[in-house]
């Protein structure tokens, strides 16, 4: 990082030369704001902490987060499909498959990722592990298996600096644990790498009557294209999104696995920054039953099932979106729906090509509805029904609420009012909808626009 | 094309703005010199008119040409796999099915893609290529079918002005045919669109101690990506690569359509510009047989076969190397080699990843040896054999054949030099090697880096 400036300005050897003035992105702090403690799930104590794996004094870098709960908690993840799986998402796999699914604790830093580190990044993470697993009173320890889940991110390559992040953990996180708002912000600044606020949302949900509590956080940034499975369908990937669920309701490990793989399709899987798929990318939900009462887990055959999996999935939508917010570079947030699909995974793969379409992206940064990129993009899938160019619909949806403006009608290109066009593309939201009315499923994408500002952060940065 | 300057240097309301001083890539123009008239494949006579698609009066739209050989001309191609196929590229289909590979003229036209313009557009496609029939002489006809394969090539959703285009190619086309260097850059020069250079290519080849000529012309710029099958494995696609490779050797229709099948996935079908898929991409390969005392067709099993379709393969490369050399914004020419790979597949596939991937392409442009990027686009995909992290190298080898310079090896990263990875990245030209270690198919892909240019170009272009 402390490398010169790359030469891009001035390496020509050409006499003219141009200007481009880059006015700044609209700002994101709005999307941080307090929340009430009485939203974040019980039985959790949390923290984040600055142990100095970022050479910046009071940049938080560790955060720890401990079930308390006496009931048994849950734990189930999904790890980036990547060939290079960093250390931290080989170790985390290894301790949900011993446990089969019970782990109480979650140890992250940022800063570096543990990628490619070899034999030595294998024991640094086992080493994190440990660290925080005798951070849990003794009655709530596991007697023969490890109760830590851990995350690395930041940049590849690099060994971590072990001996700090685990006088970090012992020392530093045991008297700064917490459970209200602050704790919770302490957590999700730790995680932060290029993001440019943390990211926490929380919520309360009602299943059979009675109210539970879910809150999460997570980052971003860039490489971020997750393609994420559950543990068994293991592969290889390097990972840069990271993010947590905690909820207080009770849930089998089975049923939570299930419900976390069915959510994260739907929500981290459907998100484009810049269609680079990240070696460590991992999302982990911990379900503690220390809502009030609560004692018997819930599993896939009960009836309320359905209703937890499907809170669970638009919960991670909302923290998904978050990321698409502060994407590197981005001045625009845009849902991307396919509708009218044959299958959802056809909806899926048509909105993940419109979503990181380099035409379309710089299109949306330049306010141009240019629907013939949207086409191109679309076509360029091959799906089990053929298309049928003379069925397709786009429509560009402003976020407002006000009417939708069609640019092609049964394949056929509407005569496009050009102002209204500009009025919706110029605002910072709306959504791009595709109807290939071939079929009723469908699927959504987030997505960002593809700007000078990514071009400038991402030719000057090694990850 | 007329609209206003979009606002993205004048959207925000924040007060603080930055300025990027982007100085002019490296000239082009050394990729556009003259060519001997001897190197020229016999019995074509070609040219290119300005007909009126562009407004600008001198600039060329419009190319018309015509195998005068008395022999037999085989034709074949490869057309896009996009689902959003455009009038030309339906209606070239339908000529080569008909006439069994036979046809002996090209006529195409730059400005109005003919995409997604329905009836009209399909109606039109088949009026140029019936204007074209009638320049060829009465005894070349075909009795019952045509003889003319039609390309488009510009903006999507606009019908072309056809009237122009027919009085184009009946009365301007006869007057200005021609053989030489001069008949062929006309031709090349009505293809463009934001190409900057005229592309053309010659060369001479020997087949069982015979001379023959192959000559090509193709042009690209944006949506650079294609995806291109053969006529029987027709799917959907909008193109903006187009390209036509002619020879006098004599070879059946079968035979020809085989070698271009092979060279395509070999040569188009393995560069990226943006990463796009264009729906009209199509690449043409006319065989006439006018070499001097040539009339038995060269079939598939002619021990010569081999010899052919390397020849046409490496042709074929060389032309989709300048399409790439003139991508949009572009200010590197990469090779990115994949070997050791257990498939061809699979290392077309790698190959395909690195190349698109943003962040490898920023970090050329960053002149940045971010070995993690390519990692991390290598392990995205998924082969039917697993990548083994430990075998795989990583290489960036310099153009000039100077000593080349590991990254990574067996998976462990090396402790690079920095300076000297400047100075390789420096380079207008070089290579990034990855051996998987695992096999012993390899593959090959041409890509370039994506500049704060390319961002410039594609807000502001409505295609």
Redesign the interface.
């Known amino acids: 990082m402390n490398?010169p400036r790359?030469?891009?300005?001035?390496?020509?050897?050409?006499t003219?030369?141009?200007?481009?003035?880059?006015?700044?992105?609209?700002?994101k702090a709005r999307h941080h704001a307090p929340i009430s403690n009485d939203s974040f799930p019980h039985g959790y104590s949390l923290t984040g902490v600055h142990c100095g794996v970022k050479k910046k004094p009071s940049v938080l870098d560790l955060a720890v987060i401990l079930s308390t709960s006496p009931n048994p908690t849950s734990a189930a993840a999904c790890f980036t499909?990547?060939?290079?799986?960093a250390a931290p998402v080989l170790v985390s796999k290894d301790v949900l498959e011993k446990t089969s699914g019970r782990a109480r604790a979650i140890v992250t830093n940022s800063g570096c990722a543990n990628?490619?580190t070899?034999k030595q990044g294998l024991e640094d993470a086992w080493a994190m592990v440990k660290a925080t697993d005798a951070l849990l009173p003794k009655k709530l320890k596991s007697q023969d298996t490890n109760d830590t889940l851990v995350m690395s991110t930041g940049?590849?390559?690099q060994n971590l600096p072990i001996s700090k992040i685990l006088s970090g953990i012992s020392s530093l996180v045991p008297t700064s644990l917490g459970s209200d708002f602050a704790a919770w912000e302490r957590a999700a600044k730790a995680f932060m790498t290029t993001d440019t606020f943390p990211k926490i949302r929380a919520r309360t949900f009602t299943l059979g009557g009675q109210t539970f509590r879910m809150a999460g956080m997570d980052k971003g940034a860039?490489?971020i294209h997750p393609?994420m499975g559950p543990p068994s369908d293991f592969?290889?990937?390097?990972a840069t999104l990271l993010g947590c669920i905690l909820t207080d309701a009770a849930v089998s490990p089975k049923a939570l696995q299930s419900a976390l793989t069915y959510a994260v399709d739907r929500s981290f899987n459907s998100i484009s920054v810049?269609?680079?798929?990240?070696?460590n990318d991992t999302i982990i939900v911990l379900a503690n039953g220390a809502a009030a009462g609560e004692t018997k887990e819930m599993d896939e055959r009960d009836p309320l099932f359905p209703t937890f999996r499907d809170e669970l999935t638009s919960f991670a939508a909302e923290l998904a979106q978050l990321v698409v917010r502060d994407g590197e570079g981005a001045?625009k947030f845009v849902t991307v729906s396919v509708e009218g699909a044959p299958t959802f995974d056809d909806a899926h793969r048509i909105a993940s090509s419109i979503s990181?379409?380099?035409?379309?992206k710089?299109?949306l940064?330049?306010?141009?509805a240019?629907?013939?990129?949207i086409?191109?993009?679309?076509?360029?899938?091959?799906?089990s029904t053929?298309?049928d160019?003379?069925r397709v619909n786009v429509t560009f949806v402003p976020a407002d609420g006000s009417t939708p403006l069609p640019v092609?009608v049964r394949?056929?290109?509407e005569s496009v009012d050009?102002v209204r066009a500009k009025e919706i593309l110029?605002e910072e939201e709306f959504e791009v909808k595709v109807d290939l009315g071939l079929g009723s499923e469908s699927a959504q994408y987030w997505t960002c626009d593809?700007?000078?500002e990514?071009?400038?952060i991402?030719?000057?940065?090694?990850?």
Chains 1, 2 share one sequence.
């Open positions: 490398r790359p030469s891009i300005w001035r390496r020509f050897s050409s003219s030369s141009s200007t481009i003035v880059v006015k700044p992105g609209p700002s499909r990547n060939a290079f799986k990628a490619v070899g940049v590849i390559g860039g490489m393609d592969g290889q990937l390097h810049d269609g680079d798929m990240s070696t001045t990181t379409s380099a035409l379309v710089t299109a940064y330049g306010e141009d240019n629907w013939g990129r086409l191109a993009a679309t076509g360029s899938v091959s799906l053929p298309i160019p003379y092609l394949g056929e290109p050009e110029s593809f700007s000078y990514y071009v400038r991402n030719g000057d940065y090694r990850s």
